[in-house]
C-alpha cells in the first residue's frame, strides 16, 4: 500500500530532509585526501544527534543483515551500501555519500557524489550527468504523469550519455519507513506504471555506471560494485508530490 502524506507530515520530512542536507553539506566540504570514511561517519553521526534526530542506517537489517555504521560512502567502483572503515581518501577519487535520519518518527533520505581533490574528466562527466539525470527524473513528478516516465527520463539522460543505469537497485517511497512502497526505477516506458498523486513521497535515487549495469557484492554483505570495475556515481533525492509538482524536501 501506498501512504499519502498530509501537508503537515510532508513538513515534517522537510525537516528531517533538511538535516540530511546540512549533514552532507558539512562532510562534503571535509572530503579531502587523508581523511578516512571513518572520520566522515563520526561527523555524520556527531551532527546528527547535535540536530535531535538518529541516524536512520545503523542497525538496519535486511535478512539478517545488520548495517554497522551511519553513513554509506562508497569510493569509484563502489555503487552504494559502502561501510565506513580506516579506508583513506585519495586524491582523483569520487566517493558516493548517502545519508539518512529519523527526526519526529519520519525518515529524511538523500545522495551526493563528490571529488576528492582533482578528479579526473571522465569521472567529472560521470558525475554531472548523474546528477541530471535525478533532476529529469524529478521533473517528471506532476500529479498524474507515471512512474514510467520518471525512469524514462533518467534512463534517458544516462544512457544518452554512453553510460548505463543500475537496475539491481532502485528508489523507493519514504515515509514513517525508510523503504515503503512503491519501488522507483531508474529506467522504463513512457506513460507506463503507476500515476503519482498528491502527497506521495519518492527517494529517487540514480547510480549510473561508466561501464556496464552488472552489479556483484563484496564479502562484506553489503557494498555493491561494478562488476567491470568501472566509476559508478550515485545521487539522490526524497521528493513530495504536490497540487503545484515536485517539492524537493532534501534540497538546501
Known amino acids: 500500500m501506498i501512504s ?4 503537515r507530515e510532508i513538513e515534517i520530512m522537510r525537516r528531517a530532509n533538511l538535516i540530511v542536507a ?11 585526501p587523508g581523511v578516512t570514511t571513518l572520520d566522515l561517519d563520526r561527523v555524520a553521526e556527531e551532527l546528527t544527534l547535535k540536530r535531535n534526530a538518529i541516524p536512520a542506517f545503523k542497525g538496519y537489517s535486511v535478512a539478517g543483515r545488520v548495517f554497522p555504521r551511519c ?15 580506516n579506508r583513506t581518501l585519495k586524491e582523483g577519487d569520487i566517493v558516493g555519500l548517502d545519508y539518512g535520519v529519523i527526526y519526529d518518527g519520519f525518515y529524511g533520505d538523500s545522495a551526493i557524489t563528490v571529488g576528492v581533490g582533482t578528479v579526473s574528466d571522465e ?18 513528478l506532476y500529479e498524474g504523469r507515471r512512474l514510467g ?27 514513517k519507513r525508510l523503504h515503503e512502497e512503491p519501488p522507483v526505477p531508474n529506467y522504463g516506458e513512457p506513460d507506463r506504471g503507476l500515476r503519482f498523486k498528491e502527497g506521495m513521497v519518492l527517494a529517487i535515487e540514480p547510480m549510473v555506471n561508466i561501464g556496464g549495469p552488472e552489479v556483484e557484492i563484496k564479502a562484506d554483505g553489503w557494498t555493491a560494485v561494478t562488476k567491470d570495475g568501472s566509476l559508478a556515481a550515485h545521487f539522490e533525492h526524497s521528493v513530495a508530490v504536490t497540487k503545484d509538482g515536485p517539492y524537493i524536501l532534501s534540497q538546501l
Open 4 to 7: 499519502l502524506k498530509s501537508p
Open 22 to 32: 546540512e549533514v552532507l553539506q558539512e562532510l562534503k566540504v571535509k572530503i579531502a
Open 71 to 85: 553513513l554509506c560512502a562508497s569510493i569509484n567502483e563502489e555503487i552504494v551500501h559502502g561501510i565506513p572503515s
Open 123 to 140: 569521472a567529472k562527466r560521470l558525475m554531472e550527468i548523474t546528477e541530471k539525470s535525478l533532476y529529469d527524473g524529478i521533473n517528471q
Open 149 to 175: 516516465d520518471l525512469g524514462a527520463a533518467v534512463q534517458m539522460t544516462a544512457e544518452g550519455a554512453g553510460y548505463s543505469v543500475v537496475r539491481a537497485f532502485v528508489g523507493h517511497g519514504i515515509g
